[in-house]
């Protein structure tokens, strides 16, 4: 009886799964899932790997951090539905090429220097103008690569695990532009 319980179980939890999947999915945005479907053929492509602000560029959308935050949720919730989420990991292609330097620049001095760089240290090596990096800072932190911390110089800590928060890429970056087409983000 126990067996046939816990298979029960399992059986449901499985559905309940495969019926939140499905409603996760019904639930996005038209232009988000717009998005999806750019991304998705797009890395269907030999060597694509294209993030969600370049796709949003790229379909002539505003840069919109509340409707690309939507569609890395989607990501992480659905890594099944592309292997570069699988291999790459999804906020791989949350972070736009700005900011994944603005992350690379923070871990980069915190890995070397075990401190956090200050916001004129970064405004200086990055030139970012200091409104928009303290912008993209709360994005990073929306994003959650980095969480509020009063005592640091930059008014956010790196998250425990922001080594493998990246996925194996990291926050590199590479667009490439052949001929006449759209641009596209490669590995």
Known sequence: MKKVFSLLVATGLVASVVVARRADAQELSPKAKQIVDYLLADWSKHMHSTGISLAMDNLGFEPDDVLRLEVGEHFRG???????????????????????????????????????????????????PEARLRDRLRFLRDAGLLQEAAESP?????????????????????????????????W
């Open 78 to 128: 659905h890594t099944e539905i592309a292997n570069n989420l699988k291999f790459w990991g999804a906020n791989n292609y949350i972070l736009s090429s700005e900011e994944k330097r603005i992350a690379k620049q923070i871990i980069n001095t915190f890995d070397l220097e075990e401190e956090l760089p200050t916001i004129d240290a970064l405004v200086q090596e990055l030139g970012i």
């Open 154 to 186: 930059i008014g956010y800590k790196l998250i425990r695990q922001y080594g493998r928060w990246g996925g194996p890429l990291r926050h590199n970056y590479h667009t490439i532009t052949i001929g006449d087409g759209k641009p596209f983000g490669v």
